[in-house]
């Protein structure tokens, strides 16, 4: 099977710490030697040749730190913080696809939706506010919101690991534990971890980056301080608390889950230590066996190949865009009503399908839809869109009905059209 990375060359990357792209002195650097007309690779190269010269001193760990684009701190802020948002977005479909592979037995894994560091689903309530988060202060920057749907795999650089929407197993999970970690755990920082962290290490192998989303964050709140401080701006101080409670929630609370479903000792696995260990074939191994990264895309290598299957994954994919065109009208304009309405798709028709397509041997695609992240030009345009999209679930959803799941909620597409529809055009 191909795959394909996704490597544009302004994605976030790093440098080793010491005299790093991300110093201000190497922008300023940067900035002089570019006034001076020196072409932006020639300069870029001469601050790296200096980088390897600078000293780190002894008392100061080598850290991988992003490298910065911008000598403006502003424009490098919204760039991170988009580049935050699709990480984010990535982070929660992907364990909401390992949460809906989770067999019956195990559901003490799964969550039923409220957010919290203690089932799959709770984690990805808690990714997605953290999504909410960062939207919100690239609309108080005067950014757009960023839900640009995702092509799997996902490969962004400040990710030590290739995303995939793939089902729950000890291979993906020693990737969780592994990226949710504490700075310093997989570098011999860790006392009484020895035996976690060989086996974590041992399960990935040698394809890993040492860099985490923490790295990022970091990046994002120092760059926060930096624009709050600029005449005119917004005061960022309360972003910064929140940034900071972001990249705490990953590093401590994550972590400790992703690293007890690891050892199978979360309260789900009922003392069945050795469920990893069982062959994914066992009935009672905790998850289905689904493809990874599937579409409902005609011809495409990873298409699901049952039709009725496929069609289902389909309607999913209908209201999960739904949901993205409402949340963004939500962030971009504060529209409280449209929130609702998004988490009503997600709750509803979203869950009922995620759970029921493993049934049928097929996964929830979430597939990446052509009209972007921010497709209208205003909000009436955007409820425009929203009420064509739920009306193709509609119909839909009258040529499957034998195959719909006994829980799908039919009334919710209903629900959402008709409050689109009464609602004011300006």
Wanted: glycine letters at 8%; proline letters at 8%.
């Amino acid at each position: 099977m191909t795959t394909h990375s996704r490597n544009p060359r302004g994605m976030v990357r790093f440098a080793d710490e010491g005299l790093g792209a991300s110093d201000p002195g190497r922008r300023s650097f940067l900035h002089r030697m570019l006034a001076h007309g020196a072409a932006l690779p020639a300069a870029s190269a001469l601050a790296s040749s200096m980088s390897a010269f600078a000293e780190t001193p002894a008392s100061v760990e080598p850290r991988a730190r992003v490298v910065h684009h911008f000598e403006s701190p502003y424009l490098e802020l919204v760039r991170l913080l988009r580049e935050a948002c699709t990480v984010e977005h990535a982070l929660l479909l992907q364990y909401l696809y390992a949460a809906f592979s989770v067999k019956p037995a195990y559901s003490g894994l799964v969550g039923s939706g409220a957010p919290g560091a203690h089932d799959l689903i709770g984690v990805a309530v808690q990714e997605m506010q953290h999504l909410g988060a960062v939207n919100r202060l690239l609309v108080t920057l005067g950014a757009s919101p960023n839900l640009v749907p995702l092509e799997f795999p996902f490969e962004p650089d400040i990710y030590p690991f290739e995303l995939n929407l793939e089902p729950l197993t000890r291979a993906s999970l020693a990737k969780y534990v592994y990226t949710e970690a504490p700075a310093g755990f997989f570098e011999g920082k860790a006392p009484g971890e020895t035996a976690l962290v060989s086996e974590v290490l041992r399960t990935i192998g040698a394809k890993r980056r040492p860099n985490h989303v923490g790295s990022l964050y970091s990046a994002i709140i120092d760059l926060a301080r930096e624009v709050g401080r600029e005449p005119g701006a917004p005061d960022l101080q309360p972003w910064v608390k929140k940034l900071e409670a972001i990249k705490d929630e990953g590093e401590v609370d994550h972590f400790r889950f992703f690293r007890s479903v690891f050892l199978a000792q979360h309260q789900a696995f009922g003392g069945r230590g050795d469920a990893w260990e069982l062959a994914p074939s066992d009935p009672a191994y905790p998850s289905y066996a689904l493809p990874s990264n599937p579409t409902a895309y005609p011809g495409h290598e990873n298409q699901i190949q049952d039709t009725a299957a496929r069609s289902l994954a389909w309607l999913g994919n209908l209201h999960y865009w739904t949901a993205l065109l409402l949340l963004e009208q939500y962030y971009r304009f504060d529209d409280q009503a449209a929130r609702g309405l998004a988490l009503m798709q997600m709750m509803g028709p979203i869950m009922s399908i995620g759970r029921h397509l493993p049934k049928l041997g097929a996964g929830m695609p979430f597939d990446a839809a052509s009209f972007g992240a921010s497709p209208a030009l205003n909000a009436a345009h955007g409820r425009r869109m929203s009420i064509a999209l739920l009306k193709e679930a509609q119909s839909l959803t009258r040529h499957i009905e034998a195959s719909l799941p006994p829980d799908y909620a039919r009334e919710v597409a209903t629900q959402t059209l008709s409050a689109l529809q009464e609602r004011p055009a300006a």
